[in-house]
């Protein structure tokens, strides 16, 4: 078993360029969790990004975001 100092030091995100960190080491996650949802978050971000790009978000109505 991981200790917390370690898992810490895992899971601390650090955004020097915004000033910012944050903490997800005590949040309750198996340590293959991150791995499973990898392949979800990049459909994710590739369907974010159609919609930035003006890909149509309501096909019934044939609109836009925004």
Same mark, same amino acid.
């Given at each position: 078993? $991981? /200790?917390?100092?370690e898992?810490?030091?895992?899971? &601390?995100? /650090?955004a020097?360029? &915004? #000033? $910012?960190? $944050? +903490?997800?080491?005590? !949040?309750?996650? /198996?340590?293959?969790? &991150?791995?499973?949802? *990898?392949? =979800?978050?990049? %459909?994710?971000?590739? *369907? $974010? =990004?159609?919609?930035? +790009? #003006?890909?149509?978000a309501?096909?019934? *109505?044939? %609109?836009? !975001? #925004?």
């Amino acid at each position: 078993m $991981i /200790s917390n100092w370690e898992r810490f030091r895992q899971y &601390l995100f /650090s955004a020097e360029e &915004l #000033g $910012i960190e $944050i +903490d997800i080491s005590r !949040v309750s996650f /198996s340590e293959s969790y &991150l791995n499973e949802m *990898e392949p =979800k978050m990049q %459909r994710i971000y590739t *369907e $974010i =990004k159609a919609l930035e +790009d #003006g890909a149509i978000a309501n096909p019934d *109505e044939q %609109r836009m !975001v #925004g």
